[in-house]
Each structure stands twice: as structure tokens, then as C-alpha cells.
């Protein structure tokens, strides 16, 4: 697929928030299934749209944060949030999403590489990434241990009161 990777740039924003929800609808179908009928992903994630839309903006809007974006002649068909922590020598991938119509053919691969190599041009010493350990997250896991990440099990049980 033929896409090149730029910063991104503030009239990127709606476009990114919206390949962001798209891309991200499969993970929270998947952790509401997970999640079950105990109550807690109704308590958790209420309008689940409504907080990644803000959570994306505020991304795209924090000067602690820097994105790229993958585009397709015109279309922005992925993206990819960094921060770092400097007095841990830590890059973040903060956030990371393909459009739909655009994954499993190499765009969130190259998106974390970017991230990688700025990272590591920014003087960090280490990269972490965050994913679930559910069936919705599974492209994720894969694609970061491509990446040569390490994961690092962590058990996270909720329950209902």
C-alpha cells in the first residue's frame, strides 16, 4: 500500500477521532464480552464513543503528545501518539489506530516504527506499549511482538458492587 507517514497537523483531527472510533469498535465489542453481563462494562465504559472521541482530542491537543499519521492519496488511514517520559527514559505509544478498511497490510507496523525510531532519537532508553488480553486486542499483541516488544502479563480483575 502506497502511504506516507507525516506530523500530524490540527486539521487532521476529526479525521483521526473518526478512524480511531471505527478502528477501536471491534476491541470494545470484545470487552464487552469479556466483561459479560456483571455490570461492569456498562459502569466502565457508559459511552465508550463519547470518552475515545474525547480522548483522542485531548491527545491530538496536548503538547506533550506527538502524532503522525499515515495518508492514502488524501485520506488519513492510520495514526500514531507518542509521549515521553524523560526523567525515566520512557516512550510511550500512547495511542495507535488503522482504519479498518487499511489494517493487516503493514500501515501499523510503520507507524510504530516511526514511533520507535523517534523515540529512541529522543534520547529514551526504553519503549512501552499497553494493550488488553482480550480477542479484540490480538491484532495489537501481534503486531507489537513483531515490533520485538517483550509483554509483560498483568492480571486486572473488576468486579461489580
Not at 76 to 88: N, R
Not at 91 to 105: C, E, F, K, S, T
Amino acid at each position: 500500500m502506497s502511504a506516507t507517514i507525516g506530523r500530524f497537523e490540527p486539521q487532521d483531527e476529526d479525521a483521526v477521532i473518526d478512524l480511531s472510533l471505527r478502528a477501536w469498535e471491534p476491541v470494545f465489542a470484545s470487552l464487552e464480552n469479556v466483561l459479560g453481563d456483571s455490570g461492569v462494562y456498562a459502569q466502565l465504559y457508559p459511552n465508550w464513543c463519547e470518552d475515545q472521541r474525547r480522548a483522542v482530542q485531548d491527545a491530538c491537543r496536548c503538547e506533550h503528545t506527538t502524532i503522525w499519521v499515515a495518508k492514502t492519496e488524501s485520506l488519513i488511514a492510520g495514526f500514531v501518539a507518542v509521549q515521553l517520559d524523560h526523567e525515566a527514559g520512557i516512550g510511550q505509544i500512547y495511542m495507535i489506530a488503522v482504519d479498518p478498511n487499511h489494517q493487516r497490510l503493514g500501515l501499523g507496523a510503520r507507524l510504530t516504527q516511526v514511533a520507535l525510531d523517534w523515540i529512541g532519537q529522543a534520547g529514551m532508553t526504553v519503549a512501552m506499549v499497553e494493550t488488553g488480553g482480550d480477542k479484540g486486542h490480538a491484532p495489537a499483541r501481534e503486531l507489537y511482538e513483531h515490533a520485538g516488544f517483550t509483554q509483560l502479563p498483568i492480571a486486572r480483575y473488576f468486579k461489580k458492587l
